[in-house]
C-alpha cells in the first residue's frame, strides 16, 4: 500500500496536474491551429500559386499512371505540407509565448529575503573578549 500512496501523491502534486491540463489543451489549440491554417491560411497562399498549397510540390521522378488511373511511383518531395506544419508550429510557439509571457506577469515578484539580523561586528567582538581578559 505504501507503493500505491507514494504513486497517488505524486500524481497529485500541482505541477504534474498542470502539465497534464496544459498538455491537453495544447493539443486541443494544435487541432485549432491546424483548421485555421488549413482552412483559411492555406487557400489564400494557394492563390498565389493557382493551386492548393497543401498539394504543392517538387517532382523528382516522374510516375506513371496505372489500370486504376492514379499515379504510382512519383517520388517528390511535398513542400507545401511541410510549410503548412513550420506555420503552424509558428502560430501555436507565438501563441504559447504570449501565454507564458501573461502568466510570469500575473506572478507575484518574489519580495527579497529578509537580511538575517545582524549581530555583533568581528571588531565589537574582540573588544568585549579583551574586556573579559582585563578582569
Given at each position: 500500500m505504501g507503493f500505491?500512496?507514494?504513486?497517488?501523491?505524486?500524481?497529485m502534486k500541482g505541477n504534474l496536474v498542470d502539465i497534464a491540463v496544459g498538455f491537453v489543451m495544447g493539443a486541443a489549440f494544435k487541432e485549432v491551429v491546424s483548421s485555421f491554417t488549413g482552412g483559411i491560411v492555406s487557400p489564400l497562399i494557394g492563390l498565389l500559386f493557382n493551386s492548393d498549397f497543401n498539394d504543392l510540390k517538387y517532382v523528382i521522378t516522374e510516375g506513371t499512371p496505372n489500370d486504376a488511373g492514379e499515379i504510382v511511383g512519383e517520388i517528390a518531395v511535398l513542400y507545401g505540407?511541410?510549410?503548412?506544419?513550420v506555420i503552424d508550429f509558428i502560430i501555436v510557439a507565438f501563441v504559447m509565448f504570449l501565454i507564458v509571457k501573461g502568466v510570469n506577469k500575473m506572478k507575484k515578484k518574489e519580495e527579497p529575503a529578509?537580511?538575517?539580523?545582524?549581530?555583533?561586528?568581528?571588531?565589537?567582538l574582540l573588544a568585549e573578549i579583551r574586556d573579559l581578559l582585563k578582569k
Open positions: 500505491l500512496k507514494e504513486f497517488k501523491d505524486f500524481a505540407s511541410f510549410l503548412t506544419n529578509p537580511e538575517a539580523p545582524k549581530g555583533p561586528s568581528q571588531e565589537e
